[in-house]
C-alpha cells in the first residue's frame, strides 16, 4: 500500500522552471525504494500521458516520452521516500495536471491526486 501526494506545480512563463515531488507513504514491511515510480500528465480536454519513469532497484535507469525528453529529469531519494520531476525550459503545451504514479508499470496501481503545472506564453 501506498499513498502519494504531490507538491509544487504553479503558473511559471515560457522557459522557465519548476520541480515537483511526490511525497510517498508506504505501509509497513514494504520498502519505497523497490517500487517503480512514474509521472504522467493530462491536459485539458485530453487523456492522461505517460511523462518519465523511474524503476526501483534496478540498473535500468529513467526514461521520457519524447516531448520532454532533454527538458525534464526524474530523481528519487529513497531516504526521504520521495520522487521530484524537475522540469526545465517549459513550454505550453506541457500545461497539465501532473501525477505521481508508483507500482507496476504501465498501469501502476496507487496515484496521487494531481498538482497543476500551467504555462503561459
Known amino acids: 500500500q501506498v499513498q502519494l501526494v504531490e507538491s509544487g506545480g504553479g503558473l511559471v512563463q515560457a522557459g522557465g522552471s519548476l520541480r515537483l515531488s511526490c511525497a510517498a507513504s508506504v505501509a509497513s514491511g514494504h520498502t519505497f525504494s523497490s517500487y517503480n515510480m512514474g509521472w504522467f500528465r493530462q491536459a485539458p480536454g485530453k487523456g492522461r500521458e505517460f511523462v518519465a519513469a523511474?524503476?526501483?532497484?534496478?540498473?535500468?535507469?529513467?526514461f521520457y516520452a519524447n516531448s520532454v525528453k532533454g527538458r525534464f529529469t526524474v530523481s528519487r531519494e529513497n531516504a526521504k521516500n520521495l520522487v521530484y520531476l524537475q522540469m526545465n525550459n517549459l513550454k505550453p503545451e506541457d500545461t497539465a495536471v501532473y501525477y505521481c504514479?508508483?507500482?507496476?508499470?504501465?498501469?501502476?496501481?496507487?496515484w496521487g491526486q494531481g498538482t497543476q503545472v500551467t504555462v503561459s506564453s
Open positions: 523511474l524503476p526501483g532497484m534496478s540498473p535500468v535507469s529513467s
Open positions: 504514479a508508483a507500482g507496476n508499470p504501465p498501469t501502476y496501481e496507487y
